[in-house]
């Protein structure tokens, strides 16, 4: 099993960048893929991207394609995600998650780690 720790939140004013971080404790071997969600007020949690722990394959949302990097270091067991260009509709509490299943999926219940959440706000 693994354990979840966001940081990076903040307010920031549209069009700047933040990055998010997400340190991962535990078992990062047998098929860990890492994703990140957000969830809006009076929203449901939605997939924002994922990237196997073992590999390169990144996967994203097409609201958050070319603006939105996923990464990690694999040293420090460590997840990211560059955020720029951000809009007042990136506005939410982003969640890092894994799963044991070497690829992520865009499905919240496919998940069984989840951190506490790490608040985004971005001023219009």
């Known amino acids: 099993q693994v354990q979840l720790a966001e940081s990076g939140g903040g307010l920031v004013q549209a069009g700047n960048s933040l990055t998010l971080s997400c340190v991962i404790t535990?078992?990062?071997?047998?098929?860990?893929?890492t994703t990140w969600f957000r969830q809006a007020p009076g929203k449901d949690r939605e997939f924002v991207a994922s990237?196997?722990?073992?590999?390169?394959?990144?996967d994203y949302a097409d609201s958050v394609t070319g603006r939105f990097r996923i990464s990690k270091d694999k040293t420090k067991n460590i997840l990211f995600l560059q955020m720029d260009n951000l809009k007042p509709e990136d506005t939410a509490m982003y969640y890092c998650?894994?799963?044991?299943?070497?690829?992520?999926?865009?499905?919240?219940?496919?998940?069984?780690?989840w951190g506490q959440g790490t608040q985004v706000t971005v001023s219009g």
């Open positions: 998650a894994a799963r044991y299943g070497h690829t992520g999926t865009h499905y919240v219940h496919e998940y069984e780690y």
């Open positions: 535990g078992r990062t071997y047998g098929g860990l893929a």
């Open positions: 990237i196997r722990w073992a590999g390169t394959l990144e």
